[in-house]
């Protein structure tokens, strides 16, 4: 019988995994035991994307460890095996006609102490940032990353991947360990899967460009609105730094909704989520889950938090990527080494240009925890 415990022991801790990946985030399923467990290791996309260490830790010392990985969000209209999504999917998530671009439009720091008394946090990295890329490419846009180096390999997304991965560890001073991926697809079917999340908006939203069209105040989303609540960024105050702020509520509200009492004992909300996970979702293959799921067992919503690097005027000129969000290098450094000490995060100073040259600092925010429901603009 212990045989059995076991299992199912690691398992809920996976559950918190998908806190710490799909929302943050990662796997989960208690109820299905360890052949769900098993089912989604096999059946799941992975790529080679960070080199193995040298030699193999053992499962003690990987718990031991801190976990840094990278949680990207792909707005591409394949599967994650690279086959075009049918004619159906795409009508109902609006996503228009399979051209084969693949942008990396949400991009996610995941830290995992080691020590349990210290909590986790995620980090977003706006798409727009102006920043060096790694590889050769020069100062452009931070999502342009992947694809450039996608396209000078022959269309290879492993390079691209690692490129993506390289130019982060270079802005942030981390050193990420694991890769995750998600297409919009998948996000689309975990929404589904969970019953909805809960969001919080302001004031009353209607955007032609995403399709979003949603009333003030607290309300559930899941499927194609819950897209289109993260995808919209015209006819925000902040633009894409407000769609950051909007995916970080999003996925903080997934993670209560994972965390919350029933969904995790419930088969069919499992079974659901984990075939989403399976069919649209690629990690690093060195990746050990159950050891992160260990780690990630005390885990509750209230230490998870979300944060966004510091960032300067929002309007940018660049030579040749149009207006891009100016960010310092040092300053970003500075701010995830103060995470990474449990040092309280100074606010952030998200900017906008005032036409003139000038910007002026924005109003102080809230820290994002999955812990109930934010409300954002």
């Given at each position: 019988?212990?045989?059995?415990?076991?299992?199912?022991?690691v398992l809920a801790g996976i559950g918190r995994t998908v806190v710490v990946l799909v929302s943050a985030t990662a796997l989960g399923a208690?109820?299905?035991?360890?052949?769900?467990?098993?089912?989604?290791?096999?059946?799941?996309?992975?790529?080679?994307?960070?080199?193995?260490?040298?030699?193999?830790?053992?499962?003690?010392?990987?718990?031991?460890?801190?976990?840094?990985?990278?949680?990207?969000?792909?707005?591409?209209?394949?599967?994650?095996?690279?086959?075009?999504?049918?004619?159906?999917?795409?009508?109902?998530?609006?996503?228009?006609?399979?051209?084969?671009?693949?942008?990396?439009?949400?991009?996610?720091?995941?830290?995992?102490?080691?020590?349990?008394?210290?909590?986790?946090?995620?980090?977003?990295?706006?798409?727009?940032?102006?920043?060096?890329?790694?590889?050769?490419?020069?100062?452009?846009?931070?999502?342009?990353?992947?694809?450039?180096?996608?396209?000078?390999?022959?269309?290879?997304?492993?390079?691209?991947?690692?490129?993506?991965?390289?130019?982060?560890?270079?802005?942030?001073?981390?050193?990420?360990?694991?890769?995750?991926?998600?297409?919009?697809?998948?996000?689309?079917?975990?929404?589904?899967?969970?019953?909805?999340?809960?969001?919080?908006?302001?004031?009353?939203?209607?955007?032609?460009?995403?399709?979003?069209?949603?009333?003030?105040?607290?309300?559930?989303?899941?499927?194609?609105?819950?897209?289109?609540?993260?995808?919209?960024?015209?006819?925000?105050?902040?633009?894409?730094?407000?769609?950051?702020?909007?995916?970080?509520?999003?996925?903080?509200?997934?993670?209560?909704?994972?965390?919350?009492?029933?969904?995790?004992?419930?088969?069919?909300?499992?079974?659901?989520?984990?075939?989403?996970?399976?069919?649209?979702?690629?990690?690093?293959?060195?990746?050990?889950?159950?050891?992160?799921?260990?780690?990630?067992?005390?885990?509750?919503?209230?230490?998870?938090?979300?944060?966004?690097?510091?960032?300067?005027?929002?309007?940018?000129?660049?030579?040749?990527?149009?207006?891009?969000?100016?960010?310092?290098?040092?300053?970003?450094?500075?701010?995830?080494?103060?995470?990474?000490?449990?040092?309280?995060?100074?606010?952030?100073?998200?900017?906008?240009?005032?036409?003139?040259?000038?910007?002026?600092?924005?109003?102080?925010?809230?820290?994002?925890?999955?812990?109930?429901?934010?409300?954002?603009?």
């Amino acid at each position: 019988m212990e045989q059995v415990r076991q299992p199912r022991r690691v398992l809920a801790g996976i559950g918190r995994t998908v806190v710490v990946l799909v929302s943050a985030t990662a796997l989960g399923a208690s109820a299905l035991g360890w052949t769900a467990y098993r089912g989604v290791t096999v059946a799941v996309t992975t790529d080679d994307v960070i080199a193995a260490p040298a030699t193999a830790p053992s499962r003690e010392k990987a718990a031991a460890t801190d976990t840094t990985f990278l949680l990207v969000g792909l707005d591409s209209r394949t599967d994650a095996q690279g086959r075009p999504l049918s004619r159906e999917i795409l009508d109902e998530l609006q996503a228009g006609n399979p051209s084969g671009e693949q942008n990396t439009d949400t991009m996610i720091v995941v830290h995992v102490p080691a020590d349990p008394a210290k909590k986790a946090f995620a980090v977003s990295l706006p798409r727009d940032s102006y920043v060096d890329i790694a590889g050769g490419f020069g100062k452009h846009k931070l999502n342009s990353a992947y694809t450039r180096a996608k396209n000078a390999n022959g269309g290879s997304a492993t390079a691209g991947r690692r490129n993506l991965v390289e130019t982060v560890n270079n802005l942030t001073g981390l050193r990420v360990n694991h890769y995750a991926e998600i297409n919009m697809y998948a996000f689309s079917q975990i929404t589904k899967a969970v019953g909805g999340v809960p969001i919080c908006l302001n004031k009353a939203v209607k955007d032609n460009y995403s399709g979003a069209d949603f009333p003030q105040g607290e309300q559930v989303l899941q499927g194609a609105d819950a897209l289109k609540f993260v995808r919209q960024r015209h006819g925000l105050p902040r633009g894409d730094l407000d769609r950051v702020r909007r995916q970080q509520a999003f996925l903080a509200g997934l993670a209560s909704r994972v965390l919350s009492a029933g969904t995790l004992t419930d088969p069919g909300k499992v079974t659901a989520l984990l075939d989403a996970i399976k069919t649209s979702v690629v990690l690093d293959q060195n990746w050990n889950l159950l050891s992160l799921a260990e780690q990630v067992q005390g885990l509750s919503g209230g230490r998870i938090e979300f944060h966004t690097i510091p960032t300067l005027r929002s309007d940018l000129a660049t030579p040749a990527d149009g207006t891009a969000v100016e960010v310092n290098p040092k300053q970003v450094k500075a701010f995830v080494q103060d995470l990474l000490s449990a040092v309280p995060a100074p606010p952030v100073q998200m900017r906008q240009g005032l036409g003139s040259g000038t910007v002026a600092p924005e109003q102080q925010q809230e820290t994002i925890t999955a812990n109930g429901v934010h409300c954002v603009n």
